[in-house]
């Protein structure tokens, strides 16, 4: 399994303290080390450095180098176009420049999440990759304590694989942000949870994807 860490959005809804030129992946929040730093770390708990790949704007470079000192694989994005078109120039970069398969499993992570304890999300990616292998595309959902209109949500459906040690299930809808009303609704139900952009997939799985879906991004090669 290899790790892309996305690190170039823009993160001002912290702000004042995340601003569009310092955003909230390099703050310093519930620790002395930076949000990119704690999520460096923690995958470095299941992984090696060789397999982390961070993806960011390049302004934000020497924030990165300077959080990051020994990182290995850095990609800069010509332009700020989104999670798609970042996800499409990074498997592209696994294929191209550190020659992996197409049978790789990719774990794709936000970098300003606060994520504890640090045993049990290792126990979540082991169970992540095993269903990737199977050929699904899987998304980590957040049970939710409270409505927040602020996120993203997703409406679980149906048990996946019944015969799996560990139940998933297919996702049925994803919702950008509800009003709260919608939120306090959704909380209600019990099958909604917050929508953490954290995603894992065989690198194979993901161009069949983008294939039929976006078959312009599919073409995007690596300079």
């Known amino acids: 399994m290899k ?11 912290l702000w004042p303290l995340s601003r569009r030129n310092y955003p909230k992946q390099f703050l310093k929040i519930s620790s002395d080390k930076s949000l990119l730093q704690q999520t460096a770390e923690r995958l470095l708990k299941v992984m090696t450095l060789d397999d982390l790949v961070i993806v960011t704007n390049a302004k934000y470079k020497f924030y990165v180098k300077s959080d990051l000192p020994d990182i290995k694989h850095l990609i800069f994005e010509p332009a700020s176009r989104n999670t798609a078109p970042a996800t499409a120039l990074s498997v592209k970069y696994f294929l191209e420049k550190l020659g992996c398969s197409e049978d790789e499993i990719i774990l794709m992570c936000p970098s300003d999440h606060v994520i504890r304890p640090d045993e049990k999300f290792a126990e979540y990616i082991a169970i992540a990759d095993a269903i990737a292998r199977k050929g699904y595309i899987v998304t980590f959902g ?29 996702v049925e809808k994803f919702v ?35 294939g039929k879906h976006s078959p312009e991004m599919k073409g995007l090669h690596t300079q």
């Open 176 to 210: 950008e942000k509800p009003d709260m009303e919608t939120a306090r609704r959704y909380v209600d139900d019990g099958s909604y949870y917050w929508n953490s952009g954290m995603f894992a997939f065989s690198i194979k799985t993901m161009l069949g994807e983008m």
């Open 142 to 170: 957040i049970k939710p304590d409270r409505p927040e209109p602020g996120y993203g949500y997703i409406k679980a459906g149906k048990l996946a694989d019944a015969s799996a040690d560990k139940p998933f299930y297919k």
């Open 3 to 13: 790790a892309l860490i996305l690190a170039g959005g823009g993160g001002t809804r």
